[in-house]
């Protein structure tokens, strides 16, 4: 496929670099239910260190495996989107129990949608 200059997410190849991705994304979920209750610094630990983790393989694997060839810009978005979803999961173990209870992240099913959307977002107690 072509985008912006450069070619994007071209081939089988795609999958065995974003599955890891994406299942370290979910890891992270479930680290958050995990430490929700413990200590404030073991939780920034584990949440600065989810962050440098996922950080590092975009930047050492996915970037150099599937945009080498692409645009700046492109870069650029792609970059700053998957730096959003990696922040959005880390604030949900450095909250701990507070901020699960105030988004409403009340069960793993809850968390699971919580880190596959990078954003901060709420649920309604009334579903």
Not at 29 to 52: E, I
Request: aromatic share 12%.
């Amino acid at each position: 496929a072509m985008v912006a200059g450069g070619t994007i997410m071209a081939g089988p190849s795609w999958l065995l670099v974003a599955l890891p991705y994406t299942l370290g994304h979910l890891l992270v979920g479930a680290l958050a239910l995990y430490l929700k209750a413990r200590g404030p610094v073991l939780r920034w630990l584990a949440g600065f260190l989810s962050v440098v983790l996922l950080s590092g393989f975009k930047t050492g694997i996915i970037f150099p495996a599937q945009f080498s060839h692409s645009s700046t810009g492109l870069k650029i978005i792609i970059y700053c989107i998957t730096a959003l979803w990696e922040c959005s999961n880390a604030a949900l173990v450095f909250g701990g129990k507070a901020l699960h209870d105030k988004f409403g992240v009340t069960s793993p099913c809850r968390a699971l949608i919580y880190t596959l959307i990078p954003c901060q977002m709420k649920f309604n107690a009334k579903y």
